[in-house]
């Protein structure tokens, strides 16, 4: 059983920022590629970062320069810092692995643009 808890979202400005957090409860964190992915309204979800075991990471062409991926492996926690938040990135944000457990999606945390 996986759980995958995010948190972190809210209402911000454009050029705002924000900070997610994912908890997940696995015991073998360490060896899974990460990912943060977001759905937003009428759009299918789409991955946006990923981190690997080792640390590699990479983003989708939209946020890059912008969303930076990390992970903690002692606490089996990954993060998206979002920096220079734009009005397109307001989605439900959701993290799992990648390629996703298809049965462990968690509830979201949603970033809205306040403009």
């Known amino acids: 059983q996986v759980q995958l808890v995010e948190s972190g979202g809210g209402l911000v400005q454009p050029g705002g920022s924000l900070r997610l957090s994912c908890a997940a409860s696995?015991?073998?964190?360490?060896?899974?590629?990460m990912g943060w992915y977001r759905q937003a309204p009428g759009k299918q979800r789409e991955l946006v970062a990923r981190?690997?075991?080792?640390?590699?990471?990479s983003y989708e062409d939209s946020v890059k320069g912008r969303f930076t991926i990390s992970r903690d492996n002692a606490r089996k926690t990954v993060y998206l810092q979002m920096n220079s938040l734009k009005p397109e990135d307001t989605a439900v944000y959701y993290c799992?692995?990648?390629?996703?457990?298809?049965?462990?999606w968690g509830q979201g945390t949603q970033v809205t643009d306040s403009s």
């Open positions: 799992n692995r990648d390629p996703a457990w298809s049965d462990y």
């Open positions: 696995v015991s073998i964190f360490r060896i899974f590629t």
């Open positions: 981190i690997s075991s080792g640390g590699i990471t």
